[in-house]
């Protein structure tokens, strides 16, 4: 298993379009969760899915922004009608539900201009 | 409600010197307490965790954290720093289980030869 895998690594994108980024978990690991980290913060939860069931969504979360898990395997993460404020790396991890078990993606870096 | 708070953005140690980060959390039950560093344009590795055993743990690349409940603190150390700690240090909190994981600011850790 080659660890938690995020596509794109980045994205520039003109304000107004809209995007998605992938994320395919670590096989076994049924917990999927998306956060999103600006530039000089830590990362901040957006929300998480149990299998294929999206059971936690942050207020960071506008309607804007869409996250899916289908069957349960990868995760979709759809920002529409991009804003400048939406620039950030957005990260992915995986978890077996336990402390050891918490693996985070390296990440995609998305740029409005 | 959880939170973390890493006091300096910035610390620059030489070369063999001590490294210390600081942490401090606010949380109204037993914590769950992590230490994640991150490379540039990559995710975030976990460095150890304290999951209320032992009060001093110790994680990879000869980093420790002591818990102390009446300080509030999980401070991060290294007896001797190396180039290659350059980085930036995420304190992180967690729900109970182990769901959504709360993130100081982080800070960066230069290191001078």
């Known amino acids: 298993d080659t660890g938690v895998s995020q596509d794109p690594r980045h994205k520039i994108t003109k304000r107004g379009q809209n995007v998605t980024f992938r994320c395919d978990p670590i096989?076994?690991?049924?917990?999927l969760y998306w956060y999103r980290q600006t530039l000089g913060q830590g990362p901040e939860f957006l929300t998480y899915f149990q299998n294929e069931a999206q059971l936690e969504k942050s207020r960071l979360l506008s309607d804007r922004f869409s996250a899916e898990r289908p069957k349960g395997s990868f995760s979709t993460l759809e920002i529409q009608r991009t804003e400048q404020g939406d620039s950030a790396m957005y990260l992915c991890?995986?978890?077996?539900?336990?402390?050891?078990?918490?693996?985070f993606g390296s990440g995609t870096r998305l740029t409005v201009v | 409600a959880q939170s973390v708070t890493q006091l300096g953005s910035h610390v620059s140690v030489s070369e063999g010197a001590l490294v210390l980060l600081r942490c401090n959390y606010s949380?109204?039950?037993?914590?769950?307490l992590f230490w994640y560093v991150q490379y540039p344009n990559q995710g975030l590795q976990l460095l150890l965790k304290y999951t209320s055993a032992a009060t001093l743990v110790k994680g990879i690349n000869g980093f420790e954290a002591e818990f102390k409940k009446s300080e509030t603190s999980f401070h991060l150390t290294k007896p001797s720093a190396h180039m290659s700690d350059a980085a930036e240090y995420f304190c992180?909190?967690?729900?109970?289980?182990?769901?959504?994981?709360?993130f100081g600011s982080g800070t960066k850790l230069n290191v001078k030869p």
């Open positions: 096989s076994e690991h049924n917990r």
């Open positions: 949380s109204s039950v037993p914590p769950y």
């Open positions: 992180a909190v967690s729900d109970n289980n182990f769901n959504k994981f709360y």
């Open positions: 991890a995986s978890s077996s539900g336990t402390a050891y078990g918490y693996t």
